[in-house]
């Protein structure tokens, strides 16, 4: 069975600084995907970022990149310049591939920021 | 651009009532899913379709829960009897693929529907 943990409930960060999510998860797999959902306000589900686990190379997405550690199974999502449209909750989700998005949720982590 | 939208926003129920929750999926897409977050828990996977006919569930998807696409456009989820255990937002989302190897199908998820069991 797939588990993933958020252990970081809430952070807040500083406007225009850096901040880290960070997720880990548990999986016997082979092949599996990692995503990182942002849900604002609106609570509208939306992709942030997500990263192969066959690929090695971390993926990014402007502000957005990921460190993922596979060995470690660590997958956390660092946000460059912070931007107050950044204040969301954040879930790490894990699928398996051909799944057809049968995704287990992290618990979340509110993300503050403060101008 | 393209969204996905649910109806209602929030809906108020007593415990034994069916209720039906409606999802207008981006028209693109072929695929369809239910996901539910209880207040204060993780969000879960309910049930995947494609091809008029459901294609995963999870163990949360019984007999009381069931999943329609009536015409070309809605995509609905109905409880026959709801339980106080059902109250949670549910989250229908879309996709033009899964996600394979080969092929990057992304999610596109609604704003979610409010399910308040009394």
């Known amino acids: 069975a797939q588990t993933v943990t958020q252990s970081q409930p809430e952070m807040s960060v500083q406007e225009a600084e850096t901040v880290t999510l960070s997720c880990t998860y548990d999986?016997?797999?082979?092949?599996?995907?990692l995503f990182w959902y942002k849900q604002p306000p609106s609570r509208q589900m939306i992709l942030v970022i997500r990263q192969e686990a066959y690929k090695q190379q971390n993926a990014t997405e402007n502000r957005f990149s990921v460190n993922f550690q596979k060995a470690a199974k660590s997958f956390s999502l660092k946000i460059s310049d912070s931007q107050l449209g950044d204040a969301a909750m954040y879930f790490c989700a894990a699928g398996k591939v051909d799944s057809n998005y049968q995704l287990i949720w992290g618990a979340g982590t509110k993300l503050i920021i403060k101008p | 651009e393209p969204e996905v939208t649910q109806t209602p926003s929030h809906q108020v129920t007593q415990m034994g009532q069916e209720v039906i929750l409606r999802c207008v999926p981006i028209s693109n897409h072929l695929y369809f899913y239910w996901y539910r977050q209880i207040l204060g828990q993780k969000v879960e996977f309910l049930v995947s379709f494609y091809n008029n006919e459901i294609s995963e569930k999870s163990e949360i998807f019984d007999d009381q829960f069931s999943v329609e696409r009536p015409d070309g456009s809605n995509f609905t989820l109905k409880i026959r009897s709801t339980k106080l255990e059902d109250s949670a937002m549910y989250f229908c989302a879309s996709s033009e693929a899964i996600h394979t190897v080969t092929n990057t199908g992304e999610l596109f998820f609604g704003e979610g529907s409010r399910l308040t069991v009394l």
């Open positions: 999986t016997s797999e082979s092949d599996y995907y």
